[in-house]
């Protein structure tokens, strides 16, 4: 006897998918224009918003600003700007969260971060807000923000065990978090038992799945390692031999994570954020196969 419950991965297009995307702040003209080009492709979708990252140090915050200033400008969607704890004391935290709220921005992305270049530890900034929970706690007192945090489905690297990450992410939730996004998976299995742990803890705001197309698989491998996330056997196999041909990358990258989000969609999950690289093709296309395309006038 087949299963056929398995049929519904190849069901009509979902009609109920939110989509957000995460870009990073371009250092030269030309990553401007492809980042540029990128939110105007995928400023027809109408996510429900798109984040800017930041890194540590003076220009890093400065060109994330920038754009998110920009895009409020510039676009009709709706911008987080990434904070982090790390090379800043909580008056420059604030002063900036400050900054963000005067000029229109109502939605943080809230991080610890990690260490600055050169360093392997993370160690608190003197002065500074020491960890991701007292960052949102701090952020909440400036202004009324709508507030996102990370959650991590295979454990964050750091953390002594899966109860402390979840009882850590609990701690960002109490403190005023509205939203967790995840670090990126690729085993279906890992989001979805980590969400029946994460409503077994009673955490009940949303927890936007991270997808994370693959455009280059040894350097996603690299960064995997130091993120915790599996890279499975099967992944690399779909991807041996293609080193050589971005193309057939880019088809079989659009391929894979549109299964993935199709079969979580299956499993109910409805929420996706996308981590772009600051491009819009592979993003678009998932989002075509998942239902969420331009509306027609």
Known sequence: MHDLSALSVAAPLPQDVNVSFEFFPPSTEKMEQSLWSSLKRLEPLNPAFVSVTYGAGGSTRERTHAT?????????????????????????????????????????????????????????????YAFASDLVEGLKKVADFE???????????????????????????????????????????????????????????????????????????RFSKMCGATVPKWLAELFAGLEDDPETRKLVAATVAAEQCR??????????????????????AICHVLGVRPKIA
């Not at 279906?188 to 742990?197: A, G, K, M, S």
């Not at 079969?263 to 993003?283: E, I, M, Q, S, W």
């Open 68 to 128: 998110v200033s920009r895009i409020l400008k510039e676009t009709s969607l709706n911008p987080a700007a990434h904070l982090t704890c790390v090379g800043a004391t909580r008056e420059e935290v604030d002063e900036v969260a400050r900054q963000y709220w005067d000029s229109g921005v109502r939605h943080l992305v809230a991080l610890r971060g990690d260490p600055p270049e050169g360093e392997t530890v993370y160690k608190p900034h003197p002065g500074g």
């Open 147 to 221: 507030i996102s945090v990370a959650a991590y489905p295979e454990v964050h690297p750091e953390a002594t065990s899966a109860t402390a990450d979840m009882d850590y992410l609990k701690k960002k939730i109490d403190a005023g978090a509205t939203r967790a996004i995840t670090q990126y998976f690729f085993k279906v299995e890992h989001y979805l038992r980590f969400l029946d742990r994460a409503r077994a803890a009673e955490i009940e705001v949303p927890i936007v799945a991270g997808i994370l197309p693959v455009t280059n698989f040894a350097q996603v491998t």
């Open 263 to 284: 079969v979580l969609n299956a499993n109910g999950v409805k929420d996706f954020h996308f981590y772009t690289l600051n491009r819009a093709d592979l993003a678009y």
